[in-house]
Structures are given as structure tokens and as C-alpha cells.
């Protein structure tokens, strides 16, 4: 209790001004309301209203909306235990600070007092000291709420402009649909943040009438700096479109433009491959992100295709290699980010590469990409409700179509039931 | 009992100290102009929930005046408000405590000049 100085007079500790608080004094002595207002006014508090029993204390705090009550306990229509239970119920005035006067000072009594919703108490006879003492810090700690309140409004809103803009980064479906159109791919996607924004991004570039480049990064960390960076990525990616068709330039090109601006520390896995469906093949480079899952034609074996590559941003000079694999009609990939393969399931357990691989497996035809991915998500022990320790992103490129009535490749038995699984962001 | 309210000083001087301090002479006047009109009507509440028999408020309204009496440092008043609120068990024993009563806000509004304040000649109950 030091709001008081040497002089008398207040010192607040913090910004907002606490003076023109509305302050209700409730007691149904007329000198008491005197006497408290009087020692408040000489304190430079300027805006009291009062009230002369329980009851009307109700109807004050409802019209007048204080910012503080001073309740006395005895009154005849209304205690001050009920003024506190009743105000306590409804929410709008749960932080309302209430200070109850009781002559009382009971042990009992106080901490029915306190059960029921008052704030703090003030003995009396009234020690005029402690009673500035005690309205300020309650004033200043209700201001606090507020400022933090109001901060925390604001950081909500614009984080949530935020996450809206860097879904407007992703390709929205008219533009994978554009450029997967006759080159017989069915594209589908599940990507989520662990915070409001992350640092994983996935997209698509078309390059010709034939062939499409598609991407998956994953930057160090989550949360605004790793969100901020994808931005920087995209902008890079699609600025330099004569790199997209070769993948370990386009590489080079980003390792040597985020090395030169990314401080110690932050950086990307990134994964970029071209699909030619003309001449059913992958074409791919990687800095640092987990192997693609690839399986080769309808009867052919799920395979991770592991390459290797410093990740962008670490160092400047660095060479990527350039990987290519067949990709005929009937072949599936999958580009993930490691919060997938190493999201920790409730023992603590963790999928890895080869266990998604081994899924990815028992994936026959019928499915659609996006029930390949729901099957991934769910081995993996990712769900809708789950909090994820890190941003994680499956994309599924499918050369399956035409074939959904085929036998499955793998699925011993076809009887597991589907389960309940997160829903694809897009399945083209 | 009784001689333990007589030896009671009507105003507590370090509670009159206090507002003083949190007041001023002049505020401090102002409130303790409001102490003979609060003191006057709460004698005569508790007059009347006398006249109904009605034990409980009373006791309430001597729990009021105790807090009245005590914040603007009327020690005695307080002492005896608190007999009625704790220890009175009857209304004979407070009806017979009243005169008691009467004496000490007379002779608190008699002590009003010493801290501060002059009411106005023949301010009694």
C-alpha cells in the first residue's frame, strides 16, 4: 500500500488515469457516504454516485456502470453478501472491484465475504489512508485488465488478418484447377499452424502445358517471424518464374536471397518438384526437407525418395541436387512437413518417415487424395481438436484418377472404418 | 459498565487525527456539521424498534450507528453502540440503556468544539 507519497498525495502506477473512475459508494448512513466521497475528493477523485441500500445499489450498477463499489455490509433491504452475489452473477461485472466496509472483522465472516465475490474489504472506523490506498490499487489493477484486455483484442485481430492473408498465399482451388487441367492429376492439401499463423507454406506454379511445378517450405520456428518469412518465400518463388521449371537453380536462387536476409537461425526446409505428366516424371531438388513419398503406378510399392540439401538460408553457395523418378499414370506423391512425421502422439510416440511411408502403403485406389491424406493425419495421430506442437502441411499430388475402381494395391482386408480425420483444405 | 463508558473520552483523538489529516479543518468541519443530525436520528430509530418490540433491527441499526460513531471518531457512542448490537438480550435491557445513550451523544455533541467543530447553541437529543 504505497500509492500514498510522503506528501498525501497519490501516485499512480500506471498510465490510465484513475481519477475520473466512477466510483458507487453504497451505505445507508448518509454522513458514511459523505465522508468516504470527502476523503476520495481530496484525493482528486471527481465522479461518485451513491446509493442508500442494497436494492438501489443493483439499479446504480446497472444504469451507472461503475468502475468501483463500496459496499457497506449492513443495510436494511439488501446485505452487502447479497449485492456481491447477485453482481457476481452476471458476467459483465465480474471484474467490477467491490470493496466491502465491515465493523466486522470476523474470520468467518470475511471469507463468506470473499466467496461471495467481494474484491477486498475496509475496516472501520475508516482509516482514510487505507481507504485511497486500497481504491487505487483496485482502480490502477482494473485499468491493467482493460490495457491488457484491449491488447489483447488488437493482437487477435491483426493476427487474425494475419492468418487470412497467408491463406490468400496458398492456391486457392480455381488456380490448382488451372493448372492441373488435362494433365490428369487430382491435387488435395491439409495444412494447419500450431499458432494463429505458421511458418509452413505450400504452392503450385504452372510452367507448361505439360508440366507444373509444386513447393513446400517449412520455416524454422512458428508464430509471426517464421509467418512473416513465408511471405518472404512466396514473393521470391513468384518473382523468378524462369527458374521454375528447373529446381536445383530455383534453389540456389532462394538459398542465396534468404541466406542474405534471414538472421542466424531462421531458415527453410523447402521441397520443389516439377511434374511432367507428358513425360511421367518427377523431376525434384530439396534443402533439408523430409522425402516425398512416391508410389509408381497403381501396383507399385510406396517409396521415400530421400535427397539431400542444406536447407535455405543457412549459408550462401550452397548446391542442391537434381532428382527425377518416373511418374506415370496411376503414381501418387506426397509432400509433407516434419510436423507430421514428427507430431507426438499422446505416449509420446512419433510416426516418422517410414511409418507414414508404410501407410501410404495400404492407401488402395479408391481413395480419394484427401482420404489419403485424413489416412496420414490419423496414423500419424493428428486430428481436428489436437494442439500441434508444429506447423504441419501434407499435400497430396494424385495420378490416380480413372482408377478408383480398380482393386486396391495393398488394403488387406477393406473393412477399416474411416476415421474421424481433419478435413483437406482443397481436393482438386 | 457504566464506568467503563464514562472513562471512554467521547472523541477518539487519533481517529480525529486521521481525518484531519485526510480532510483538512475546513472538509473536516463540513463532515462532522453532518455528526449531530446522524446521531439525533439514529436515536430515535432505535426509539422506535424499541416501541415495536423489534429486537433485531435494533441491533442492526446499532451496527450502523457503531460504524457512523466510529468513523467520525465518537468513541463513547461507538462503545455504547456496540452494547446494544453484542450484549443488550432484551428490549428492557436496552430501553433501560436509552437515557445512557442520550447522555453520551449529548455530552459528545457538548465535546464537538474540541475537535474542530461548533455546532450551533442547545444542539442536544
Same mark, same amino acid.
Not at chain 1, 512466396?234 to 536476409?261: F, K, Y
Given at each position: 500500500m504505497s500509492a500514498l507519497s510522503r506528501a498525501g498525495t497519490i501516485e499512480p502506477r500506471t498510465d490510465g488515469n484513475i481519477f475520473d473512475s466512477k466510483i458507487l459508494i453504497v451505505d445507508d448512513e448518509r454522513p458514511c457516504c459523505k465522508l468516504l466521497a470527502g476523503i476520495l475528493r481530496r484525493n482528486k477523485f471527481t465522479n461518485f454516485l451513491f446509493a442508500e441500500g442494497g436494492v438501489s445499489a443493483l439499479e446504480q450498477i446497472q444504469s451507472f456502470q461503475p468502475d468501483l463499489v463500496l459496499l457497506d455490509m449492513q443495510m436494511p433491504d439488501l446485505s452487502g453478501l447479497g449485492v456481491c452475489l447477485r453482481v457476481r452473477a452476471n458476467p459483465a461485472f465480474v471484474d467490477l472491484p467491490i470493496l466491502v466496509q465491515t465493523a466486522t472483522v470476523d474470520r468467518k465472516e470475511m471469507g463468506i465475504l470473499f466467496e461471495a465475490g467481494a474484491s477486498d474489504f475496509l475496516s472501520k472506523p475508516i482509516n482514510p489512508s487505507e481507504l485511497v490506498s486500497r481504491v487505487t490499487v483496485h482502480l490502477e489493477r482494473l485499468n491493467l485488465l482493460r490495457e491488457?484486455?484491449?491488447?489483447?483484442?488488437?493482437?487477435?485481430?491483426?493476427?487474425?488478418?494475419?492468418?487470412?492473408?497467408?491463406?490468400?498465399?496458398?492456391?486457392?482451388?480455381?488456380?490448382?484447377?488451372?493448372?492441373?487441367?488435362?494433365?490428369?492429376?487430382?491435387?488435395?492439401?491439409?495444412?494447419?499452424?500450431?499458432?494463429?499463423?505458421?511458418?509452413?507454406?505450400?504452392?503450385?506454379?504452372p510452367i507448361n502445358a505439360a508440366s507444373f511445378g509444386i513447393f513446400l517450405a517449412d520455416f524454422a520456428g512458428h508464430g509471426v517471424t517464421a509467418a512473416l518469412n513465408t511471405f518472404?518465400?512466396?514473393?521470391?518463388?513468384?518473382?523468378?518464374?524462369?527458374?521454375?521449371?528447373?529446381?536445383?537453380?530455383?534453389?540456389?536462387?532462394?538459398?542465396?536471397?534468404?541466406?542474405?536476409?534471414?538472421?542466424?537461425?531462421?531458415?527453410?526446409?523447402f521441397m520443389y518438384i516439377v511434374v511432367d505428366s507428358s513425360a511421367d516424371r518427377v523431376s525434384f531438388a530439396s534443402a533439408g526437407a523430409p522425402p516425398p513419398i512416391v508410389t509408381l503406378g497403381l501396383d507399385g510399392a510406396a517409396v521415400l525418395a530421400e535427397v539431400s540439401g542444406l536447407p535455405l538460408g543457412v549459408v550462401r553457395g550452397a548446391k542442391y541436387e537434381l532428382h527425377d523418378r518416373p511418374f506415370g499414370p496411376g503414381s501418387m506423391l506426397l509432400l509433407f512437413s516434419d510436423g507430421l512425421s514428427e507430431f507426438p502422439d499422446d505416449k509420446g510416440r512419433r510416426i516418422g518417415d517410414e511409418g507414414l511411408r508404410s501407410v501410404v502403403d495400404t492407401c488402395h485406389a479408391?481413395?480419394?487424395?484427401?482420404?489419403?491424406?485424413?489416412?496420414l493425419c490419423h496414423a500419424a495421430g493428428v486430428g481436428e481438436d489436437n494442439a500441434l506442437p508444429d506447423d504441419t502441411t501434407v499435400v497430396c499430388v494424385d495420378r490416380r484418377t480413372g482408377s478408383a475402381s480398380r482393386s486396391c494395391r495393398e488394403c488387406l482386408t477393406g473393412q477399416e472404418s474411416m476415421p474421424e480425420a481433419p478435413r483437406p483444405c482443397s481436393d482438386v | 459498565m457504566q464506568r467503563r463508558l464514562i472513562d471512554q473520552p467521547p472523541f477518539d483523538q487519533a481517529q480525529i487525527a486521521l481525518? *484531519?489529516?485526510?480532510?483538512?479543518?475546513?472538509?473536516?468541519?463540513?463532515?462532522?456539521?453532518?455528526?449531530?443530525?446522524?446521531?439525533?436520528?439514529?436515536?430515535?430509530?432505535?426509539?422506535?424498534?424499541?416501541?415495536?418490540?423489534?429486537?433485531?433491527?435494533? *441491533?442492526?441499526?446499532?451496527?450502523?450507528?457503531?460504524g457512523v460513531a466510529s468513523s467520525f471518531g465518537a468513541a463513547r457512542l461507538a462503545a455504547i453502540a456496540v452494547e446494544f448490537e453484542m450484549e443488550a438480550t432484551s428490549i428492557a435491557s436496552i430501553v433501560q440503556r436509552m437515557p445512557a445513550l442520550a447522555d453520551a451523544i449529548d455530552e459528545t455533541l457538548a465535546a464537538l468544539p474540541d475537535v474542530g467543530y461548533a455546532p450551533s447553541a442547545g444542539a442536544k437529543v
Open positions: 491488457l484486455r484491449a491488447y489483447r483484442e488488437r493482437t487477435f485481430q491483426e493476427l487474425d488478418a494475419a492468418r487470412r492473408m497467408q491463406f490468400d498465399l496458398l492456391p486457392a482451388r480455381p488456380v490448382q484447377q488451372e493448372i492441373v487441367a488435362a494433365k490428369g492429376v487430382r491435387i488435395a492439401s491439409w495444412s494447419r499452424s500450431s499458432s494463429e499463423i505458421g511458418g509452413d507454406l505450400w504452392g503450385m506454379v518472404r518465400l512466396h514473393a521470391l518463388i513468384h518473382e523468378h518464374t524462369a527458374l521454375h521449371g528447373d529446381p536445383p537453380r530455383l534453389l540456389s536462387m532462394l538459398n542465396e536471397r534468404l541466406a542474405a536476409v534471414l538472421p542466424p537461425g531462421q531458415f527453410a526446409t479408391g481413395l480419394t487424395p484427401h482420404q489419403v491424406i485424413d489416412r | 481525518l *484531519r489529516d485526510a480532510l483538512g479543518d475546513e472538509d473536516l468541519r463540513a463532515m462532522l456539521s453532518e455528526f449531530p443530525g446522524a446521531a439525533g436520528q439514529a436515536f430515535h430509530k432505535i426509539g422506535t424498534a424499541l416501541a415495536s418490540n423489534d429486537l433485531g433491527e435494533v *441491533r442492526r441499526l446499532a451496527h450502523a450507528f457503531k
